[in-house]
Nanobody, 116 residues
Framework: QVQLAESGGGLVPPGGSLRLSCEASGNIESIYMMTWHRQVPGRQRELVAMVSNVGSTDYADFVKGRFTISSNNAMSRVNLQMRDLRPEDTAVYYC??????????WGQGTPVTVSS
C-alpha cells in the first residue's frame, strides 16, 4: 500500500503564492508517476499537474506558467509551487500516486482558498 499526506494549503489573497507538499510512505518503490488534482464541490476532480519518475512534467492549460510541480528522485515527495493565484484556483487539492504494484493511491486533500 501507498499512503499519501498533503500539506501546505490555506488562505491566500489573489496574486499570492502557496507551496503544497505531498509525502508518500509505505510501498513506494514502484511509484512511477505522481499528480496533483483539485476539486470544487459539485464539480469533477480535475488534473492540475503531473511528474514522472524520469522527470517529465505536464500541466493543465489553466495553470501553465503559474504552477510548478517537482519531486525527489525517490518519488517519495512531490511539491506544487503555486504563484499568481486566482479566486478560481480555490479548491481542495489532492495528491495522487501511480505505482505498478498498487495502482492509484489518493491523499485526503488540502484546501486552498484564494480570497481577499
Amino acid at each position: 500500500q501507498v499512503q499519501l499526506a498533503e500539506s501546505g494549503g490555506g488562505l491566500v489573497p489573489p496574486g499570492g503564492s502557496l507551496r503544497l507538499s505531498c509525502e508518500a510512505s509505505g510501498n513506494i518503490e514502484s511509484i512511477y508517476m505522481m499528480t496533483w488534482h483539485r476539486q470544487v464541490p459539485g464539480r469533477q476532480r480535475e488534473l492540475v499537474a503531473m511528474v514522472s519518475n524520469v522527470g517529465s512534467t505536464d500541466y493543465a492549460d489553466f495553470v501553465k506558467g503559474r504552477f510548478t510541480i517537482s519531486s525527489n528522485n525517490a518519488m517519495s515527495r512531490v511539491n506544487l509551487q503555486m504563484r499568481d493565484l486566482r479566486p478560481e484556483d480555490t479548491a481542495v487539492y489532492y495528491c495522487n500516486a501511480f505505482s505498478t504494484q498498487h495502482g492509484a493511491s489518493w491523499g485526503q486533500g488540502t484546501p486552498v482558498t484564494v480570497s481577499s
